[in-house]
């Protein structure tokens, strides 16, 4: 893996000039780009206090979890603050996937002056442990038990990281830092909208220092992320267009709540529908092809009602795409 040239933060930086809030607070940053550095996007907007929980976690060495309905941002949001403290950063996504060993690390086989013999490679865990690293759980919720028992080890208050199969204990750096992105709140499935997720252990959860939550925006706000995101609809027709974008996607999430609707469109899916109209041309249609095709075809009627009471115009339907072309 890569090799981090700096071990420690060598300058500060002020959250009101870096992040646009209106505090007085100065945070460790360092000077230099590592590899591990996530990209910066300018247009990403900061919300304040998810924003200041993730700083104190940087900061303070707090283990912070972001917590939040699909879609919303967690997890660019913990890259974006990152990328400008220059913090490297590695993002493990606890899907099905990933296994304790991926995690720990395991024997292989290599050769050494023509023998073989068996070398242990450390996984991701001892690798970014002993560096200044931010290691970011994405999908916390959704981690196997057996990947869920090392995090446990991790997680421990005084730092320390056996390898149990190794006899040896790694202490953590001084900035090596961890964050978690979850779905829920630990109680897994239960409006069955996570499907993969399990029920969290009380005695771990209680270890994050600090719970964070990032849902749907107020409706301003999120049309300037997708204006921000799309540039081309910063006018005021695009503008508009966006606003009733957002409106529509603030009704499937009321009809979901209200259990009319069992999909409901992210912050996300209106960036997409958004870049989608730019490239067709055709708002409609790329509503169908963004959102409407995915949800149950008995709620597709409700949906296209909606668009109508946002755009003030009939869904056209797809056979008339179809005959259009
Ligand atoms: N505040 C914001 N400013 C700019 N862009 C944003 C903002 N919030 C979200 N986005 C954009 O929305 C998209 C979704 O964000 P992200 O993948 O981080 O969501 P998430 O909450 O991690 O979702 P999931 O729960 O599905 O993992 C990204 O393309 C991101 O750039
Ligand atoms: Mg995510």
Same mark, same amino acid.
């Given at each position: 893996?890569?090799?981090?040239?700096?071990?420690?933060?060598?300058?500060?930086?002020?959250?009101?000039d870096?992040?646009?809030?209106?505090?007085?607070?100065?945070?460790?940053?360092?000077?230099?780009?590592?590899?591990?550095?996530?990209?910066?996007?300018?247009?990403y907007?900061? *919300?304040?206090?998810?924003?200041?929980?993730?700083?104190? /976690?940087?900061?303070?060495?707090?283990? &912070?979890?972001l917590?939040?309905?699909?879609?919303? %941002?967690?997890?660019?949001?913990?890259?974006?603050?990152?990328? !400008?403290?220059?913090?490297?950063?590695? !993002?493990?996504?606890?899907?099905?996937?990933?296994?304790?060993?991926?995690? &720990?690390? #395991?024997?292989?086989?290599?050769?050494?002056?023509?023998?073989?013999?068996?070398? $242990?490679?450390e996984?991701?865990?001892?690798?970014?442990?002993?560096?200044?690293?931010?290691?970011?759980?994405?999908?916390?919720?959704?981690? !196997?038990p057996d990947?869920?028992?090392?995090?446990?080890?991790?997680?421990?208050?005084d %730092?320390? $990281?056996?390898?149990?199969?190794?006899? !040896?204990?790694?202490?953590?750096?001084?900035? $090596?830092?961890?964050?978690?992105?979850?779905?829920?709140?630990?109680?897994?499935n239960? *409006?069955?909208?996570?499907? /993969?997720?399990?029920?969290?252990?009380?005695?771990?959860?209680?270890?994050?220092?600090?719970?964070a939550?990032l849902?749907?925006?107020?409706q301003?706000?999120?049309?300037?992320i &997708?204006?921000?995101?799309?540039?081309?609809?910063?006018?005021? #027709?695009? #503008?508009?267009q966006?606003?009733?974008?957002?409106?529509?996607? *603030?009704?499937?999430?009321?009809?979901?709540?209200? /259990?009319?609707?069992?999909?409901?469109?992210?912050?996300?899916?209106?960036?997409?529908?958004?870049?989608?109209?730019?490239? $067709? %041309?055709d708002? /409609?249609?790329?509503? #169908?092809?963004?959102?409407?095709?995915?949800?149950?075809e008995?709620?597709?009627?409700?949906?296209?009602?909606?668009?109508?009471?946002?755009?003030?115009?009939?869904?056209?339907e797809?056979?008339?795409?179809?005959?259009?072309?």
């Amino acid at each position: 893996m890569t090799h981090i040239a700096v071990d420690s933060p060598d300058q500060t930086v002020s959250v009101r000039d870096t992040f646009g809030l209106d505090v007085d607070l100065e945070v460790p940053a360092f000077s230099h780009r590592d590899g591990l550095v996530p990209e910066i996007d300018p247009a990403y907007r900061f *919300n304040r206090e998810v924003t200041l929980a993730l700083l104190a /976690g940087f900061s303070g060495n707090r283990r &912070v979890m972001l917590q939040g309905l699909h879609g919303t %941002g967690k997890s660019t949001h913990i890259e974006q603050v990152a990328a !400008r403290l220059n913090w490297p950063c590695l !993002r493990v996504n606890l899907d099905g996937h990933i296994s304790r060993m991926d995690l &720990v690390g #395991r024997d292989a086989i290599v050769l050494q002056e023509g023998k073989q013999i068996t070398e $242990f490679q450390e996984g991701i865990v001892p690798w970014a442990l002993r560096r200044p690293v931010a290691l970011i759980f994405d999908e916390y919720d959704a981690g !196997r038990p057996d990947v869920m028992f090392v995090i446990q080890r991790l997680l421990e208050r005084d %730092g320390r $990281f056996t390898l149990l199969d190794q006899n !040896r204990v790694i202490q953590a750096h001084a900035w $090596f830092r961890l964050f978690a992105t979850a779905n829920t709140v630990g109680l897994g499935n239960v *409006n069955g909208m996570y499907h /993969g997720t399990q029920v969290l252990n009380h005695a771990q959860l209680d270890r994050w220092n600090i719970i964070a939550t990032l849902n749907y925006l107020p409706q301003q706000d999120e049309v300037d992320i &997708v204006v921000a995101q799309v540039p081309q609809l910063d006018d005021e #027709r695009g #503008r508009d267009q966006v606003g009733a974008m957002v409106e529509l996607a *603030n009704l499937t999430r009321q009809g979901f709540a209200a /259990g009319d609707l069992s999909s409901l469109m992210s912050p996300r899916t209106v960036i997409t529908w958004a870049e989608n109209s730019r490239l $067709f %041309g055709d708002v /409609g249609l790329a509503f #169908r092809l963004s959102f409407l095709n995915r949800c149950d075809e008995i709620e597709r009627t409700i949906v296209a009602e909606y668009y109508e009471r946002c755009f003030g115009e009939e869904l056209a339907e797809a056979s008339d795409w179809s005959e259009a072309t």
